[in-house]
């Protein structure tokens, strides 16, 4: 399936983060490989809370999984990992990890919504999908399709994301007030950004053009729903993995929250867990 421009400025841009993120401090690949009892930041948080349950002997497919860590942290909690990414460059890096780890999963490159295509009549029992990755994505309704596309009958979906909420505030310092500078909803077209850093290691992007895309929380969930899910909870959390904007303070264990008095004032991530019918 060919890409627009959107997600052809997007791959080359992921593209160019994979080197980068690989040896950064922040995706700690090196733990990964020396510790058989690591697994990442975003799998320990589902942990300690146990929203998504117990995966042993269950089948999962990881949509948009970048270099895996997330994917094989899923497998060194006792599943049967699938990890899907537009990325071939994030592919190699998530089938080397899995290799040098020793922890099991299949890595597969297809564009999310081809992705059906590229693993035709497979079906899991968990769908899952993890930080940062719906906001590329520019329409929730196919996503939800694509989502409801993989799950086995009385398969669980789950989703820990940044809240919707949390995505529209500005990341300037604008000192203890709250300022929105991005849309909240699905819009028309995208935000594109030119920025020649990643999140995550020291590295310049050679192609730093990106377009992101807005979906409220209501969007997501009716999307959900009208791909024929059954919402069986939505959290709302008042911590983060990330400073995403200045005014937010350490809350242990290597996340983030609102300042002391107004940890209430701003949903900073969401989680949603879902199953498909009988």
């Known amino acids: 399936m060919p890409l627009n421009e959107y997600q052809a400025a997007n791959l080359a841009n992921w593209n160019d983060r994979v080197p980068i993120h690989w040896d950064s401090e922040d995706y700690r ?9 690591y697994v990442s930041d975003a799998i320990r948080f589902d942990r300690e809370r146990d929203e998504l349950g117990d995966v042993a002997g269950k089948t999962l497919l990881h949509l948009q999984c970048h ?5 094989l942290s899923w497998a060194r909690s006792g599943a049967t990992v699938t990890g899907v990414d537009f990325s071939e460059p994030a592919i190699d890096a998530a089938s080397r990890l899995s290799s040098e780890s020793g922890t099991p999963g299949e890595f597969v490159v297809a ?21 940062g990755a719906i906001c590329w994505l520019p329409d929730i309704k196919n996503w939800a399709k694509v989502v409801a596309h993989f799950l086995k009958p009385g398969g669980t979906f789950y989703i820990v994301e940044g809240h919707p909420m949390m995505w529209a505030v500005s ?53 959900l729903i009208e791909a024929g899910l059954q919402i069986e909870f939505v959290h709302e959390h008042r911590v983060l993995q990330w ?34 019918s009988f």
């Open 243 to 276: 400073q995403a904007f200045p005014m937010l303070e350490p809350a242990g264990n290597g996340l983030w929250k609102m300042p002391k008095g107004r940890e209430n004032h701003l949903p900073l991530m969401h989680s949603i867990r879902a199953h498909r």
């Open 29 to 37: 690949i090196q733990q990964f490989v020396s510790d058989p009892e």
């Open 171 to 223: 990341d300037q310092d604008h000192g203890d007030q709250i300022v929105l500078d991005w849309p909240y909803f699905e819009a028309a077209g995208p935000l594109k950004f030119d920025e020649d850093k990643t999140y995550a290691g020291d590295g310049t992007i050679d192609h730093p053009t990106q377009y992101s895309f807005t979906h409220g929380l209501g969007e997501t969930i009716t999307a």
């Open 111 to 131: 564009e999310l919504d081809d992705s059906p295509n590229i693993l035709p009549d497979r079906q899991f029992d968990i769908v899952y999908t993890g930080l």
């Open 67 to 71: 270099i895996g860590t997330d994917t």
